[in-house]
């Protein structure tokens, strides 16, 4: 009999879902942009990322005007809805239709709606990178793959979401970027960083130099990097001896090919405790980028469960 721990972390093999994967990547990055449109700049472009809500992904509370609106995937009813403070709302039917439709479809509900979206009408970080309004080419949308997907993400953010607790110091939400269709948290040492080099494909240094301008370990899911996906976790600036540190669980590995950690999405979903195994391989591998960068680590950390062992009075 199949355990229920086993059940919630669902199989979803890249290769079977890539067209859909794509163009859904497509729909996030005209939503994220929306969002990025009317949020304030937060440090490292927090306030452009979608989060995992109980139904798909959402961008949370925009503020717009004295009101404010939010945009969500809803993955379990399969369509996108838009609701404002003001009590309107309109939804779009999630189902195969090409990039250029959902970007007009979703621009004339923000008109119905009366809210303005200035965005730069066309993707960051892939290439090539086809405006909206011309990408006739992704158009696909196998609404079980996705839902499988956003149970894939609901695992790594509550697993991620715990290795957060962790961190005292400045440490980023669970937060997902539409650019590089990932889960990601970030923790700092507190240091500056040397400038980033840039270099990602239709976005700009600039945009990489501010996501990058203070020393960090980052961590995060994507469905690349393995069969299934893959966790992933890096340090930048990456410090000397980095990539030789041992690390956990079995199956973990460092991709000089992607220069950072990778476990399988598979290897962690077959494993007798995957919670357990994704949360050794956290905490590994951002041990290896503290030591070996030389963190003040007991300023940083503290036990998350401490107040629990407080007895009550």
Not at 50 to 62: E, K, Q
Not at 190 to 217: F, I, K, Q, T
């Amino acid at each position: 009999m199949t355990s229920p721990t086993t059940t919630s972390w669902p199989s979803l093999r890249v290769s079977d879902w890539t067209a859909t994967r794509d163009t859904l990547h497509m729909w996030t990055q005209i939503v994220g942009k929306i969002r990025m449109a009317h949020a304030p700049m937060l440090n490292h472009w927090w306030q452009v990322t979608l989060y995992v809500s109980p139904r798909g992904l959402t961008t949370s509370t925009i503020p717009y005007g004295t009101g404010a609106f939010e945009i969500e995937f809803d993955v379990l009813g399969h369509q996108l809805d838009v609701r404002t403070s003001s009590g309107d709302a309109r939804s779009l039917p999630l189902a195969p239709m090409p990039v250029a439709e959902f970007y007009a479809r979703i621009m004339d509900m923000l008109k119905q709606l009366g809210i303005e979206a200035p965005i730069r009408p066309r993707p960051n970080e892939v290439d090539p990178a086809i405006p909206f309004a011309e990408d006739y080419e992704h158009a696909s949308y196998d609404g079980e793959a996705v839902t499988l997907f956003w149970r894939q993400l609901l695992q790594a953010n509550r697993v991620i979401g715990e290795f957060r607790s962790y961190f005292v110091g400045k440490v980023s939400p669970v937060h997902f970027f539409w650019g590089g269709m990932d889960l990601a948290c970030t923790r700092f040492s507190g240091r500056s960083a040397p400038p980033h080099p840039g270099g990602m494909p239709n976005c700009a240094d600039w945009v990489m130099a501010e996501g990058y301008s203070r020393e960090l370990s980052s961590c995060g899911f994507w469905p690349g990097g393995g069969e299934e996906g893959a966790f992933y976790s890096y340090a930048y600036p990456e410090p000397d001896g980095f990539a030789e540190q041992q690390i956990s669980p079995e199956g973990a590995y460092f991709s000089t090919e992607f220069k950072q950690f990778l476990l399988p999405y598979e290897v962690a979903r077959a494993a007798p405790d995957p919670d357990h195994a994704v949360a050794e391989f956290l905490h590994t591998t951002y041990k290896a980028a503290a030591d070996q960068g030389h963190w003040d680590r007991s300023a940083l950390e503290d036990d998350p469960l401490r107040w629990h062992r407080t007895p009550a009075r």
